[in-house]
């Protein structure tokens, strides 16, 4: 069975520069903030492409990835399957200008790998340097608008309520159908700590112990009872589902969710 997806993150660190109060990973909200030595994240890619025979993005992101000393050998590790990739994306928050072993590996990759930089105004302190480095290198990159007019996507949502909010099945269901993330965005499946969840929000639930860890709405990279071809099923399963247990603590990311000024400060 081929199993073959639209976008996956990567959870490098969950370490930041910056302390946005709405961010969508709660990376202010952990103490310590999980960190992932590269030896780690290395076997978790292994798992990952054993399972999935073509990722058409594959991100890594954060908390802050470019704040993780060793992010050039997970980029060298992914380098391994390119062949199972269409793009390799780093998302950064422009506060950070990358180490000289960072350069050398995307300078070695640019043909497969982009960087979104994620424009936080004054915040994102480094861009017009990091902007010179990648113009210079011939480094392709996007810049996302963050700040002032013009928000990406109207701004933030935020997604910190997880309380009870929906009941019904049809409750329930009609915010799943509305949710970008199952819908246009096909998952934005989350490695981190060994699992995979189809969004963060799901993830958090299960973390916070809101809802029970339910192995049927997430994947256990590690899990080796369970065979390849079963992995790739619960994945099936997942994107054929109707909803998630976490939908019911949700607001989900939806046309009309509330929009927020992105990364004000904690
Ligand atoms: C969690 S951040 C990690 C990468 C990096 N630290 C950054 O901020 O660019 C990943 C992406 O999620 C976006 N994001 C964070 N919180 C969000 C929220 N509450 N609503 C919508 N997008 C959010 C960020 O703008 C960024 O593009
Ligand atoms: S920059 Fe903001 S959104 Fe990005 S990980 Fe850090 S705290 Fe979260
Ligand atoms: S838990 Fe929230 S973000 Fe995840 S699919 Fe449901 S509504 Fe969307």
């Known amino acids: 069975m081929e199993l073959n997806l639209k976008g996956t993150g990567l959870t490098s660190t969950l370490r930041c520069s910056l302390k946005c109060k709405l961010c969508c990973t709660f990376s202010p909200y952990y103490d310590p903030a999980p960190h ?37 050998l997970i980029v060298d590790k992914i380098s391994l399957y390119f062949g ?91 915010k799943y159908e509305k949710c970008a993330y199952p819908g246009k965005l096909q998952f934005c499946f989350s490695i981190m700590n060994g699992e995979i969840h189809p969004c963060i929000p799901s993830r958090r639930c299960m973390e916070l112990g809101i809802i029970a860890k339910n192995k049927e709405e997430y994947i256990d990279l590690f899990d080796g009872s369970i065979s390849i071809e079963e992995q790739k099923q619960k994945f099936y399963n997942i994107l054929n589902g109707k909803s998630l247990t976490a939908c019911a603590y949700c607001n989900g990311l939806c046309d009309d969710s509330e929009r927020f000024v992105p990364a004000e400060q904690l």
């Not at 992932?36 to 290395?42: A, L, M």
């Not at 990159?141 to 928000?151: F, I, Q, S």
């Open 36 to 72: 992932f030595h590269s030896k780690y994240i290395e076997k978790e890619i292994v798992k990952y492409f054993e399972i999935v025979n073509h990722v058409e993005k594959f991100t890594i992101s954060g908390g802050e990835p470019f704040l993780h000393e060793e992010l050039y």
């Open 84 to 174: 199972q990739i269409g793009v390799l994306e780093i998302i950064t928050n422009g506060t950070i200008y990358p180490s000289d072993e960072l350069i050398r590996v995307l300078i070695k990759y640019k043909d497969k790998m982009t960087i979104m930089i994620d424009d936080y105004g004054a915040l994102s302190n480094k861009i017009t340097n990091i902007r010179s480095l990648f113009d210079e290198k011939g480094i392709d990159y996007r810049v996302r608008n963050y700040n002032g007019d013009n928000l990406h996507c109207g701004g933030w949502v935020d997604f910190r309520d997880l309380s009870r909010k929906h009941f019904s099945n049809e409750e329930i269901q009609t």
